[in-house]
Protein backbone atom coordinates (compact mmCIF):
# COMPACT_ATOMS: atom_id res chain seq x y z
CA UNK A 1 0.00 0.00 0.00
CA UNK A 2 1.54 3.40 -1.12
CA UNK A 3 2.16 5.50 1.63
CA UNK A 4 0.42 9.47 1.49
CA UNK A 5 2.01 12.56 2.47
CA UNK A 6 0.70 15.97 3.67
CA UNK A 7 0.89 18.92 1.57
CA UNK A 8 2.51 20.08 4.98
CA UNK A 9 5.21 17.46 4.96
CA UNK A 10 5.86 18.29 1.28
CA UNK A 11 6.51 21.93 1.99
CA UNK A 12 8.33 20.95 5.29
CA UNK A 13 10.81 18.43 2.69
CA UNK A 14 11.03 21.07 0.28
CA UNK A 15 11.66 24.21 2.68
CA UNK A 16 14.51 21.97 4.25
CA UNK A 17 16.20 21.28 1.20
CA UNK A 18 15.86 24.70 -0.11
CA UNK A 19 17.21 25.96 3.26
CA UNK A 20 20.35 23.93 4.12
CA UNK A 21 21.56 22.90 0.50
CA UNK A 22 21.27 19.36 1.50
CA UNK A 23 19.91 17.30 -1.14
CA UNK A 24 16.42 15.71 -1.18
CA UNK A 25 17.39 12.12 -0.85
CA UNK A 26 19.24 13.30 2.54
CA UNK A 27 16.12 15.56 4.24
CA UNK A 28 13.75 12.52 3.11
CA UNK A 29 15.86 9.51 4.64
CA UNK A 30 15.70 11.85 7.95
CA UNK A 31 11.87 12.81 7.60
CA UNK A 32 11.20 9.14 6.32
CA UNK A 33 9.81 9.85 2.98
CA UNK A 34 11.03 7.77 0.34
CA UNK A 35 13.49 9.58 -1.55
CA UNK A 36 11.71 9.33 -5.29
CA UNK A 37 8.53 11.17 -3.77
CA UNK A 38 11.27 13.99 -1.80
CA UNK A 39 12.31 14.46 -5.32
CA UNK A 40 9.57 14.67 -7.45
CA UNK A 41 8.37 17.71 -4.73
CA UNK A 42 11.37 19.37 -4.96
CA UNK A 43 11.34 19.03 -8.65
CA UNK A 44 7.28 20.44 -8.58
CA UNK A 45 8.49 23.29 -6.00
CA UNK A 46 11.24 24.34 -8.36
CA UNK A 47 9.15 24.42 -11.83
CA UNK A 48 7.02 26.40 -9.36
CA UNK A 49 8.71 28.71 -8.27
CA UNK A 50 10.88 29.65 -12.04
CA UNK A 51 7.10 30.96 -13.39
CA UNK A 52 7.26 34.31 -14.32
CA UNK A 53 5.75 37.11 -11.76
CA UNK A 54 4.69 40.13 -13.42
CA UNK A 55 4.12 43.15 -11.83
CA UNK A 56 0.66 45.60 -12.78
CA UNK A 57 1.81 48.46 -14.48
CA UNK A 58 -0.09 51.74 -13.61
CA UNK A 59 -0.38 54.62 -15.88
CA UNK A 60 1.86 57.52 -14.16
CA UNK A 61 -0.90 60.82 -13.60
CA UNK A 62 1.83 63.48 -13.89
CA UNK A 63 5.34 63.62 -15.27
CA UNK A 64 7.55 61.09 -13.77
CA UNK A 65 10.52 63.21 -11.97
CA UNK A 66 13.53 62.63 -13.59
CA UNK A 67 15.54 59.57 -12.60
CA UNK A 68 19.35 59.75 -12.45
CA UNK A 69 20.79 56.60 -13.42
CA UNK A 70 23.75 54.94 -11.75
CA UNK A 71 24.13 52.32 -14.45
CA UNK A 72 21.69 50.87 -17.10
CA UNK A 73 21.41 47.84 -17.80
CA UNK A 74 20.27 45.71 -20.87
CA UNK A 75 18.58 42.33 -20.14
CA UNK A 76 16.11 40.10 -22.37
CA UNK A 77 15.66 43.83 -24.70
CA UNK A 78 14.67 45.35 -21.93
CA UNK A 79 16.80 48.50 -20.48
CA UNK A 80 16.95 49.01 -16.52
CA UNK A 81 17.78 52.23 -14.98
CA UNK A 82 19.38 51.27 -11.71
CA UNK A 83 19.72 54.34 -9.40
CA UNK A 84 21.84 54.05 -6.31
CA UNK A 85 19.02 53.26 -3.87
CA UNK A 86 18.29 49.69 -5.86
CA UNK A 87 16.80 47.16 -4.20
CA UNK A 88 19.00 44.11 -5.08
CA UNK A 89 17.55 41.30 -4.15
CA UNK A 90 14.46 42.97 -6.38
CA UNK A 91 17.16 43.44 -9.19
CA UNK A 92 18.18 39.84 -9.33
CA UNK A 93 14.40 38.78 -9.40
CA UNK A 94 13.92 40.89 -12.52
CA UNK A 95 16.92 40.00 -14.01
CA UNK A 96 16.20 36.30 -13.81
CA UNK A 97 12.86 36.79 -14.73
CA UNK A 98 13.76 38.69 -18.01
CA UNK A 99 16.49 36.38 -18.58
CA UNK A 100 14.48 33.31 -18.52
CA UNK A 101 16.89 32.19 -15.72
CA UNK A 102 15.42 29.84 -13.49
Known sequence: M???YTAEQREQL???VRATGASAGKVAKRMGVT?????????????E???PV?????PAK???PTVISQMVLEVGGAKLHVGEDF???LLRRVIAALS???
Open 87 to 89: DAD
Open 14 to 16: VAE
Open 2 to 4: RKR
Open 54 to 58: FARVV
Open 35 to 47: PSSAYLWVKAAAS
Open 100 to 102: GAS
Open 49 to 51: ASA
Open 62 to 64: SKP
